[in-house]
């Protein structure tokens, strides 16, 4: 048996330290699937999708040079991602929703496990039996080891290689570049830093640290550890109106999905007598191929946003802020210095082991609470037409699995934010998933609290005034 090691990247540490407690930060892609299922094909084909990615054959080690820890990968090519199997009661195999909602409820056991990184693998696959014919099929991979846009393409690859050994051969789908159409951006330079870069980047590091945002009043338990979670897909229709009225009042699906989320925090707290108050929001980007040098196996970073009451009165006033603020952020590069600000946060507590560091790290990233989180992953493997990403989605089938559904799930992610938002395309419907911890909402409030987020985010599409293009566009 060969073993090699390879250094974690700064993100990835930070990952990894921060898994503490009842931060668990997994990600899950759930793929609802109808016909009957080849189960040794299937795990077959996960081991084969596994050897492009070796970190998932790998244990984490903590190391010491020159009296500093570093945590490392101890990569074992006979290691294998487990594949779990189990049964679910025929009655929850009718809509999405319900199989859904019994999918999370079944493999939470595994999802809240303590898992140990030096001991297990940071991936797993688990299969759920809904009838001979109805499966659900999910990759669930820790965030040490990738970001979303990784762990996506992890399952596509599964499915392209379930359908090479059934069928002899490989689908065409296959060789698409992109997993998610929000990976390819346009290549930027980085500009040298000044001084008073870094004065805005401690000012804000220091007021995101000590400030208290507000959060939608709520009926949970200080005690309670469980996260609620409520799925809303659009139709077709729907999905191509909202994105209508995006490109004709020159805005970006993203400012929508920002500024309705705050506004549904504000109705709600409105109508339960609390008054309205300071809301910050964060939102995650991938920096897949934006900057030279940087893919990594996390290429995710996080943009801040902060208003108050009386920004949000005039709805033209508060879209433009949100827009520009964007904008903003994005030309000064304020993802990768985020990517900076964590590089710097995990080397300075280097003089500690591991158990030491990961209560420092998780006790300073759950300092920095956010009213509501937002993350929109672009389309889940976009097909191209003309060259260009689509909102339709190239995998339909794989094998004999016609593939109806994905859920998207981030199943408690690090940060004390109790409220994240996931957006995402799939065969051209938009599908959002909130994620609620319970020491906010009880299981039905976080239910109605998504309606008023979909109410909000209509209604602030709607009556959105037109802006220029140029003004509005993401850089």
Known sequence: MQEESARLDALSEMMALSSYANTKNLLITAIDVKGPLDQEALTSAVQQAAKHYPQFAGRIREIKAKQRHHLVWHLDPDLRVPVKTKNVPASSSGQCGPAFQSFLECIRPDLDKQLNLFNEGPAELHVLRFSPDHHIIAPVIHHVAADAGTASEFGRETLAHYHEILTGNTPDWFFQEHAMSSSKKRMVKLKEPKFKDFMVEFREAVTHLFESPGFPAGGGSPKETKQFHAKRVLSVDETERIGKICSEKGVSLVDILVAGTNLAVDEWNTARNVTPGILTTSMSVNMKGRFEGFNKANNSALMFFKSRPDERQDLAAFARAMALTRIKFFRNHMDFKFVQNVSRMVSSFRLFPFPIRRKIVNFLMN?????????????????????????????????????????????????????????????????????????????????????????????????????????????
């Open 367 to 475: 300092r920095h609470q956010f009213s509501v989180a937002v993350t929109l992953l672009g389309v889940v493997w976009p097909a191209t037409k003309n060259g260009k990403l689509t909102a339709e989605s190239c995998l339909t089938s794989a094998g004999n699995l016609e593939i109806r559904e994905i859920h998207g799930v981030g199943y408690k992610l690090l940060s004390n934010t109790p409220i994240l938002l996931i957006v995402y395309a799939f065969r051209n419907k938009l599908n959002l998933v909130l994620h609620a911890s319970g020491k906010l909402f009880t299981k039905e409030e976080s239910d109605v609290f998504m309606d008023v987020v979909m109410k909000n985010l209509m209604k602030y599409a709607l009556e959105l005034p037109a802006f220029r293009k140029e003004s509005s566009r993401a850089v």
